[in-house]
């Protein structure tokens, strides 16, 4: 399955998905990390790897839609088939998220539906939440919608700060994103509409993410 990674900065998880895509037995290829950010730290890292990078500022653009059309063309020009934001600050034009219905993917540190958006580990804190975590689901219109594939939970603990429960946060999405990934890319998971289908397989590996 050829992937395409959409950044905007560092992009800690594009790294971690690189590297899951590294095992010889992997069935996903990441073969584009595309930026709307020219200056994204995360292009160098692609770059070394060996990975085709694009990066358009979206400034250069009139509309979103406009934007969105041209990633589009870049993401066909390489023959991606899957997509996965990492760090992407961009919302997405619906007629973006039609094209790739069912083939995109997002990461978003907290346990969706709740804190939606940004300052999610403040909001958690302040909420007074006693677990928090992080959830990978298809994209769908607006922010952070779209079916959950899976979800990653620590505790909260009355001494953790936004820093430290950051932290921890992106420690459990770094695991959980190539996971979920990978079970596209072997076939271990269905989408149809909204619906998630499981294969047993696919439902032990996200038992590691269990409490």
Not at 9 to 20: C, D, P, R, T, V
Not at 145 to 154: H, Y
Not at 155 to 181: F, G, I, M, T, W
Request: with cysteine; net charge neutral.
């Amino acid at each position: 399955m050829r992937v395409g990674i959409l950044i905007s900065g560092f992009g800690s998880n594009m790294m971690k998905l690189i590297e899951s895509c590294e095992n010889k037995d992997s069935k996903a290829s990441i073969e584009l990390v595309f930026s709307n950010n020219p200056d994204a730290e995360g292009l160098k890292y692609a770059k070394s790897k060996g990975i085709k990078i694009v990066s358009i500022d979206h400034n250069s653009y009139e509309s979103r839609i406009e934007f969105d059309n041209q990633v589009n063309k870049v993401l066909l020009d390489h023959d991606i088939e899957f997509i996965c934001n990492a760090g992407f600050m961009r919302i997405h034009s619906d007629d973006f998220v039609n094209k790739w219905f069912n083939k995109h993917l997002n990461i978003h540190p907290s346990l969706l539906p709740s804190f939606k958006g940004l300052n999610t580990h403040k909001k958690a804190i302040e909420a007074g939440v006693k677990f928090a975590g992080c959830t990978v689901h298809m994209v769908r219109s607006g922010v952070d919608e779209g079916p959950i594939i899976g979800q990653a939970v620590t505790s909260v603990n009355q001494s953790d700060n936004e820093k430290l429960l950051a932290a921890k946060v992106l420690e459990l999405e770094h695991r959980l994103y190539p996971v979920c990934l990978h079970l596209f890319a072997e076939d271990l998971i269905k989408v149809n509409l909204d619906k998630i289908n499981y294969k047993e397989k696919a439902i032990k590996k996200l038992e590691d993410f269990k409490i």
